[in-house]
Structures are given as structure tokens and as C-alpha cells.
């Protein structure tokens, strides 16, 4: 579910105008880009949840043949954002308090245990990644709490890194590697719980102490606070009954 290249991809498909032409390693190449693009479009909510995906239609929204939209969509099926049937062409995964909790007991269960090795094992280069990562969210995450539609990209990028820094010391390319598929995955549930703050939760105060209990090497408190972290946002969705 990481963004892949499709160098493997059989190049078949109808052709239009707009590539009929192109040589294979261009062909790749558009490919390649409108995966990005589509994948931008589902994860920061241009193209709904549960939304048809009609190839006539994306066709001219990102201008490239029904051939080489059928390629990205189909890698977009592997990530899990889309869903194809028989018969029934491609729709934008739907959104569900299910699908959240699952990513979040899947994605807690493995970040608790590489951040509790990141804090046992890492080292001053570590330390100095969790402290730079952390001075760069913390310029966006009051900002983001006042104006989230504005913010959120921006924020969302370095709450992103923030989290990879404080895992960085972990031994396990696997765990690492799942954990950026289950990052992408939570980001559209991340975009919605933004714009519901409760007033009770401060998310940078959250962030601040995930930084010091990291930092003094309390491994069993970081991984207390990141489990309770990653849980505040299934509290959010419940309370303002966001998804069912």
C-alpha cells in the first residue's frame, strides 16, 4: 500500500489524445502521476467516500486515456482507498467507525511496540530527530486547533514525520513500512476529526508530552500516552457521531 511505481504495469488499455502516442517509459510516467493525483483526491476528500469513479468522467478531469486511469485505479484497489466489482466499476472506499477502529487498534498495537524499542534503543541522533520534528509540528499545531481547513495539510505532513521520527529507532523495516500503509489509510480519518475539537482535548499538549516522556526514556509512559493519542480520535468521531 505505499506509493509504488508502476514499472511492471502491462501498458494495455484504450488510448486517447491525450497518450496515444506516448512511448512506454512516458506511459509509466502518466500513470505514475495520476495515481498521485487521484490518491491526493480520495485521501484529502475532493473525491467523497463511497463516491463512483466513473472513467469517462476522470478522463477529463486529469486529462489522460481510460487505459492509463484503469492502471492507477487498479494500484489504488491494492492501497485499499479504492474498490472495483463486477459489473459495478470503481468506487472510492467507503468511511466507517469499523474501518477507523480496526486501523486504529492495527496501528496502536504496532507503533506502542516500535516506539517503546525507539525509546529503549535510540540514540543522540534520534533524540535529535524527535526534538527537531517536534519544534516543526508544534509551529502548526495551535494554528491547526484555531483554523483547521486552512492548516491541516501543512499540519498533517509534520504530525506525520513527527510520529516517523519517534519510531525511527526501530529495528524493523517491516513494522516501519506498515505503519507508513496504516498512516496513509488514517490520514482521511485524521481530516475529519480535525474539524471537531472537543474543548477538553489539546492535541499539542499531547505532543508535548509524547516529546518528554520519549525523551527522559520512559518508554512505558510514551507508549501509554500514544495509545491514549491514537484512541482520542475514535472518542471524537463517537461523541460528535461523525461515522457509524
Same mark, same amino acid.
Given at each position: ?86 459489473? =459495478?466499476?470503481? *468506487? ?83 513494522? =516501519? ?12 480519518? *485524521? ?9 477538553? =482535548? ?35 468521531? =463517537? ?6
Amino acid at each position: 500500500m505505499n506509493a509504488r511505481t508502476p514499472n511492471s504495469l502491462t501498458l494495455g488499455g484504450d488510448k486517447s489524445s491525450a497518450d496515444a502516442s506516448v512511448p512506454g517509459a512516458n506511459m509509466r510516467s502518466l500513470i505514475e502521476s495520476a495515481f498521485h493525483r487521484l490518491r491526493a483526491d480520495i485521501v484529502e476528500g475532493r473525491l467523497a467516500a463511497g463516491a463512483r469513479l466513473a472513467i469517462e468522467d476522470l478522463k477529463s478531469r486529469y486529462g489522460v486515456s481510460g487505459g492509463t486511469l484503469r492502471e492507477a485505479l487498479s494500484l489504488l484497489v491494492a492501497d485499499g482507498l479504492v474498490q472495483t466489482q463486477a459489473q =459495478r466499476g470503481f *468506487h472510492v472506499t467507503p468511511m466507517s467507525l469499523g474501518d477507523m477502529l480496526d486501523l486504529a487498534n492495527t496501528r496502536s498495537a504496532l507503533e506502542c511496540e516500535a516506539l517503546r524499542q525507539s525509546v529503549l534503543n535510540g540514540d543522540a541522533e534520534w533524540e535529535a530527530r524527535v526534538v527537531s520534528s517536534y519544534h516543526r509540528l508544534s509551529l502548526f499545531d495551535e494554528r491547526t486547533m484555531r483554523d483547521p481547513v486552512h492548516w491541516f495539510n501543512q499540519w498533517e505532513r509534520v504530525n506525520r514525520d513527527f510520529h516517523e521520527a519517534l519510531i525511527s529507532a526501530c529495528s524493523s523495516v517491516w513494522t =516501519r513500512r506498515f505503519l507508513s500503509i496504516l498512516y496513509l489509510q488514517m490520514e482521511r480519518y *485524521h481530516r475529519l476529526t480535525a474539524m471537531h475539537k472537543p474543548p477538553a =482535548r489539546n492535541v499539542h499538549e499531547e505532543h508535548q508530552a509524547l516529546r518528554d516522556s520519549a525523551l527522559a526514556r520512559d518508554a512505558e509512559r510514551c507508549t501509554a500516552l500514544l495509545r491514549a493519542h491514537i484512541e482520542s480520535s475514535i472518542s471524537v468521531v =463517537r461523541q460528535f457521531g461523525l461515522l457509524r
